[in-house]
């Protein structure tokens, strides 16, 4: 039996399957792409992940992609530890906080991570043509390329908006665990969401904005709950995090 996963180190849904398989106590075969070489625009890589996206986890040859529907197949594969709910009302709560969280903050998060570090990193020094000649061949994501730009970056009103959204994600974390009895956002069980929530909020908390969820205890005791799982520094090691590995970015006005 093979897993290998075609990742990234920074990448907030590769994070996801890396804390899933941390969790299931699994080995894997790392195959590491880098955005700046466009590994994952090859067409090698894309017969495996037609979005040209990563993370691909491929099982004894077969390619599975997006990362939830990943760690939800790796749960099926390999029940043990279960990090899905067994009864069906616990599976579709499960379920529409997978929905919500591929709608909002993962989107969210890319704004100010886009704005602050890959940007300035990648787009910046391009010609418009070097750019378009970059986003123009993307299975996905073109508009949101374009609406970023080389120079100026997203709007205020997108990252404001951005924000907004993440801040709503904490409140309804916090509401879930007073629900639900915590400590995990469906109550005892660690599962699939606390697993995909957790790398937009470390992105986020990386970048200096923990603020967001400072007055929402339930919250900030979830994330460090999170933190002191074996599978958090397994998934995140070093240099996972931008203010790591390109802390140019993160100077402290007048350092
Ligand atoms: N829905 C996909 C999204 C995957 C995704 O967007 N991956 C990002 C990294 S977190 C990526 O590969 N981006 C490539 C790019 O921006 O060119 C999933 O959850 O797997």
Not at 71 to 99: H, N, Q
Not at 169 to 191: M, N, Q, Y
Not at 221 to 230: E, G, L, M, N, Y
Request: glycine content about 6%; charged content about 25%.
């Amino acid at each position: 039996m093979t897993l290998e996963l075609y990742h990234s180190a920074h990448s907030t849904c590769s994070q996801k399957v890396r804390l899933c398989l941390a969790e299931k106590g699994l080995d894997w075969v790392p195959h590491e792409l880098h955005f700046a070489t466009r590994d994952h625009l090859q067409p090698e890589y894309m017969k495996l992940n037609p979005n040209g996206v990563v993370p691909t986890l491929v099982h004894d040859g077969e390619p599975v992609i997006e990362s939830s529907v990943i760690c939800e197949y790796l749960d099926d594969v390999f029940p043990e530890p279960a990090l899905t709910p067994s009864d069906a009302l616990g599976k579709a709560r499960m379920r529409a906080w997978i929905c919500y969280m591929n709608e909002v903050p993962t989107v969210a998060v890319r704004v100010p991570s886009f704005n602050r570090v890959f940007r300035p990193l990648r787009y910046e020094t391009m010609t418009e043509e070097q750019f378009e000649g970059h986003v123009g061949d993307m299975p996905l994501r073109q508009a949101f390329y374009r609406r970023m730009g080389t120079k100026s970056g997203f709007a205020e009103a997108e990252y404001e908006d951005s924000l907004a959204k993440i801040r709503q994600t904490c409140e309804r974390i916090d509401k879930a665990i007073a629900d639900h009895g915590g400590p995990w956002v469906l109550g005892d069980l660690f599962s699939i969401v606390d697993i995909t929530l957790t790398p937009s909020i470390q992105r986020m908390a990386d970048m200096g904005y923990a603020y967001l969820w400072e007055d929402l205890p339930r919250m900030v005791q979830w994330f460090a709950d999170i933190k002191a799982r074996p599978s958090y520094a397994i998934a995140f090691f070093p240099d996972t995090a931008p203010t790591e590995k390109y802390p140019q970015f993160f100077q402290k006005e007048g350092a």
